[in-house]
């Protein structure tokens, strides 16, 4: 049994993170921090746990939870983020960083996007991204891994295939992005009051949502994929708030790079690409997020129209996106079954 | 042309009272206050407003609008409302108090479950209850109204037939009400964060809410109608949460006093006591709030069920329930005809 | 492994069955059917089960899943399941039956109820009503278990102790209960189409849905708990629909038998109650439902209020209501831990 | 007065074109139609009209309204409707069509997407494209105007200024369209069956969508405004089903065609363009799709980013996108002020 810490865990994402941990037979959750309100019982800060976890959320320093801990998850904001997991690593404790502190492997490129100087520079570009999917060697053998933005991981993961084996034109693609509220996070703001964004959809951001310079640089990092290069591929990415609780649904757009390449060949390139994925499915029709909630699958859906390609991908934002796929990259990092307790 | 002023005009019932007022052609908006973020322009605080009228929120005083204006609709929160129309009154201004500080009759009682000292309390007692379907008349000739809560409008109207006819027992009277989020006001909070309440129902202050004194009082007062006593019918009331934007279904259960009364009987004096209201319907079908909402009507079903009777009275809460409400009864004080801009 | 066969695959509750049967270690399905258009993959059915189960739903005759299986669901319509149960138990199968079929223990209030001659009814008050929680003994030692009605599993258990314990009026109770859209089914009608039931509330069936007997027969069997007696109570029960996808939330109401009976009393006989129940939680707030979508829980709050009682329980509709239930039903009945697969 | 008769009356368009007409000072509702069920009073099919119009829905044949009526809506499905129209306009009756009979002016492009001969082909190119803000003066003086989808109404006003000034290359677009369900119609289906579309967004219709060919057609004739010419822009729309009621809202997209263009330049090409409209209104932030529902207004936003210009365009589809739209038609044809019953 390893030991599991988790600092701030009073979110939407430590809590799926606590439902898929519960479920895992190698691993035990020993403590659960908070900056919060403290020494709450986690049912009275999560309901949804009432009956099925006895622990109190506590204000541990990160060196107290590394002492204790053999795997800690950071569901702190940026920069807090990096600062925690910079005291932490020293004791050899691995971490999974939800935040975006180590997605950006170059420093000034980070801290034109978040504002902010970045807390432990040294680290960037080591600390592996964590898309098993494009990077599961890697993540194997860190210590510390950088869990992927929810849009990133929908975006990259249909893109890919055909930026890797250059069917498009890098520098033409257009991911327009729906997710539900959830992804805004738990604290209460007039954009996510319930009256406000039901029964309504809006973009947000535009041209200035963070996981912008994430998704070009891990799709041009495809472009020449024998260096952790800093080559970035220009794409437009324009994020919408849905009203429902989870999901993420990605319509790509990419101009083809030639003329004779058909639906059929952009289905079985994604279907050779993808096709020892645990949690990737090519599917036939345009997929619904709602056919991946709740789970930690992705389904991903390709058509040519006219002289482009569209890709449909479909996650769930708290798992796929967020804690499923932290729980992934810990089955990695500890050589467990990379799906225990995520089917 | 009288001039309208509206206290408080950033929230969801100053925006729906906005829309209705544009539509009627015998007033101007002249003035909105804001005791927020100030000289914001309404369409920036509106943005459905953009186009329509052309203000902003000011920091004015009571005293300042009063004398701008021929008539004041007072958004404020209780006890600050009594505090503003005790001043606006004494120029003659005529006031429609959207809060509860004219509602209950008795200081006591007032202060018992609002726990604030009344700041007008003399005035208790003389301020007519603002519901046509009951006190069209004290309404035409009163300087101010109060305004009804939107749960009591849905629950009154349903028994109140009933218990005037002393059909049924009034102790035993027992409203479950399911409303729409917007009836939580503006402010985000936890409660009503998109993901906390969407894809969820709840109850709410059970046995505590503030609207159950304002219903118990009004149907008491219906058993000795001829004075404005203090007789109170014993309610139960239980308020729910319920994902949608808007409306109000009140469920009333009451327990026959005679066991020959038919659901035939019900329907009738239903259509009797409503024949002459032009905003309540009779109707066969359980009603869905989706019927009235965006109307001032109000969707009545009356079923028989052993020896209970069942009431199904669906209101849209920000219009029946609160700025229609506010306008008919605008319209009775200044003598227009009572639907003006509510059909 | 034993075998596990679904008749009736296409609906949502097949579909929840489906994904909880996936998580047990100790079963294997074998055979789905359905009457609808056959031979389709279940993933094109259920999108949402691609990657993660290779079956086609198949025609089959109740015999033919028989003697392939060492466990029946059954999910088929009223009436259509007895008949094809009637089939599989002479060969020693053991079944669950989500329809009503074995609910009513006397088949003339069944045939009263859901206008059919019940085409098993020698069996009926043998089968047990599978409600762990009430009835855990026999389901043990059944070849067939009468899974509950959902509205039913929410009212009887929110209300059991306090008719077992004598606390409450039997004759007073009141079910106002609100269920997510899903427990309607699967096939597409006005009722439940999106822009009809969307943003809407509305009660339907006032008086008349099928679940009241059932609620009647299992509460009254609680007044002389010793015989399986026909003694009902009289109970009105409104069902009212949400708009949300799945979950119930039942306010109960009973007026209590004596005056000196606390709130705190009443959370005393519900801990002690339900101390050794595995999904019963008991809670100091009001349940949301989302407390308890997508697990097998169901919490209750209770609350004195004047001389009455008030109940409130939350359960997903589609799991503890129906799938999560029956597979409770089925550890039971094959001695696994009861709560395999359902954590 | 004029007579309004409304061919196909049981669906959301015409239950939103009553509403709206029932607000006409000029107009009066005669007659309404159904292939449906018939008789039933309008209120049993559209309960939010109950008390409000009191008609019934009659099998009338179209010859036998035209002779009642100085105006028909036509609401019925593509081809029945042309040719119920080629039967009204002999006696002289004004018509507005609310399918895409009209609106494509190819015959051949016409049955090639939508796969039936057109019965009225000689009409084609002749009947306006009843979008006032491009074509107002040919609507003013028509017979026949063809109301436009709701997709390339939200499309249309977003791009149009960028084409007809030559900003964008007019092969370089894509429109991403997000819509409310309503949309889709009232006939209940499995696409829209609320639990499968609730709390979920997908992509239909992936480059088939019957909009496209009406985009490209106008989008196309504005390059060479002189002529109704055939000349297409070629467009890539993408529409999607978003769990609300109503709304739509298109982020479009397109390559800038020099690099000096900013985002003020954008702004004032749009306010210049729709000054004068009163129903188009530019806007800072980007629009929410409940910022126009309920009402006749368009919002709309640019940005510049990169070398693309992002249009955000919101509108309520069934007002603006089809029924508000029809009746501003109506007003300009029979000489009302064009926004009466609009505001």
């Known amino acids: 049994m390893i030991k599991i810490g988790i600092l701030g865990g009073?979110?939407?994402?430590?809590?799926?993170?606590?439902?898929?941990?519960l479920r895992h037979p190698e691993v035990e959750i020993t403590c659960l921090t908070t900056r919060q309100e403290t020494k709450l019982h986690v049912s009275e800060v999560h309901?949804?746990?009432?009956g099925m976890l006895d622990l109190r959320l506590l204000p541990l320093s990160a060196s107290e939870v590394a002492e204790q801990c053999d795997c800690v998850f950071s569901c702190l904001p940026h920069a807090a983020s990096a600062s925690a997991i910079h005291e932490i690593i020293a004791g050899g404790t691995r971490v999974i960083d939800f935040s975006a502190d180590y997605r950006i492997w170059d420093a000034e490129l980070y801290e034109q996007?978040?504002?902010?100087?970045?807390?432990?520079?040294?680290r960037l570009g080591e600390v592996p991204y964590g898309l098993p999917e494009l990077f599961r060697d890697k993540i194997r053998n860190s210590q510390v891994v950088a869990n992927p933005g929810c849009?990133?991981?929908s975006a990259i993961l249909a893109m890919a295939p055909l930026v890797r084996h250059s069917v498009v034109?890098?520098?033409?693609?257009?991911f327009d992005s729906k997710s539900g509220v959830s992804g805004a996070g738990r604290n209460p703001k007039l954009m996510t009051h319930y009256p406000e964004c039901n029964e309504s959809i809006a973009a947000y951001a535009v041209g200035q949502h963070r996981h912008t310079?994430?998704?070009?640089?891990?799709l041009g990092s495809l472009l020449s994929p024998n260096t952790q290069s800093n080559q970035m591929a220009n794409v437009i990415f324009t994020p919408h708030l849905v009203p429902m609780d989870r999901g993420i649904l990605t319509t790509g757009y990419a101009r083809l790079a030639g003329s004779d390449f058909t639906a059929e060949d952009a289905i079985e390139l994604f279907?050779?690409?993808?096709?020892?994925?645990p949690f990737v499915q090519i599917v036939n029709k345009p997929p619904k997020t709602k056919d991946v909630t709740h789970t930690n699958g992705c389904h991903i859906c390709v058509k040519v129209v006219g002289d482009y390609i569209i890709t449909l991908s479909v996650i769930d934002n708290l798992i796929k996106g967020a804690s499923g796929a932290a729980v992934q990259n810990m089955n990695l990092m500890f050589g467990f079954d990379e799906t225990?307790?995520?089917r």
Request: charged share 20%.
């Open 10 to 21: 009073s979110g939407y994402t430590a809590m799926e993170l606590i439902k898929i941990l």
């Open 213 to 218: 310079p994430e998704i070009s640089q891990i």
């Open 340 to 342: 225990t307790a995520l």
């Open 151 to 153: 849009y990133p991981t």
């Open 113 to 122: 996007w978040y504002q902010v100087t970045h807390p432990d520079p040294d």
């Open 271 to 277: 279907r050779n690409d993808y096709a020892d994925e």
């Open 169 to 174: 034109d890098p520098n033409s693609i257009i």
């Open 47 to 50: 309901p949804q746990l009432a």
